[in-house]
């Protein structure tokens, strides 16, 4: 089985059924997914944001976001100094660059719908 870091971009699309929610299940389909401890924080502040200007949709948006929580996803803690580092060094938002040390630290590939994300994987080779 691969082994793949998924952002909450990718995550999101799946959870909220969005429209890049077909392609994100190509992503991660099969893979053992990990992904920070920061990926429920970002869902949540997503799922707010969606109730926000879908109120009559809150406790659905509510219930999609407990599904994603419960998805068969690896937590883990990073090194945040690392992230730190590592956000000055390529321009990322630390947010973006504790998934791309979380995917180095493990040695597998990192899925993203992030353009900022994703240029900085191709301009780097990861």
């Given at each position: 089985?691969?082994?793949?870091?998924?952002?909450?971009?990718?995550?999101?699309?799946?959870?909220?059924?969005?429209?890049?929610?077909?392609?994100?299940?190509?992503?991660?389909?099969?893979?053992?997914?990990?992904?920070?401890?920061?990926?429920?924080?970002?869902?949540?502040?997503?799922?707010?944001?969606?109730?926000?200007?879908?109120?009559?949709?809150?406790?659905?948006?509510?219930?999609?976001?407990?599904?994603?929580?419960?998805?068969?996803?690896?937590?883990?803690?990073?090194?945040h100094s690392a992230?730190?580092r590592l956000a000055?060094?390529?321009?990322?938002?630390?947010?973006?660059?504790?998934?791309?040390?979380?995917?180095?630290?493990?040695?597998?590939?990192?899925?993203?719908?992030?353009?900022?994300?994703?240029?900085?994987?191709?301009?780097?080779?990861?």
């Open positions: 089985m691969a082994t793949k870091v998924a952002d909450a971009s990718v995550i999101a699309a799946l959870a909220f059924e969005e429209p890049a929610a077909n392609e994100a299940e190509k992503l991660v389909d099969g893979a053992d997914i990990w992904a920070p401890t920061l990926l429920a924080y970002e869902l949540t502040s997503t799922a707010w944001k969606k109730a926000r200007v879908h109120p009559q949709k809150s406790a659905a948006i509510g219930q999609q976001l407990l599904k994603a929580l419960w998805l068969d996803i690896h937590w883990a803690e990073v090194d992230v730190f000055i060094e390529t321009g990322l938002s630390t947010y973006d660059a504790s998934y791309l040390h979380l995917a180095r630290s493990l040695g597998v590939p990192l899925v993203t719908f992030d353009q900022q994300l994703q240029s900085v994987l191709q301009a780097r080779g990861d």
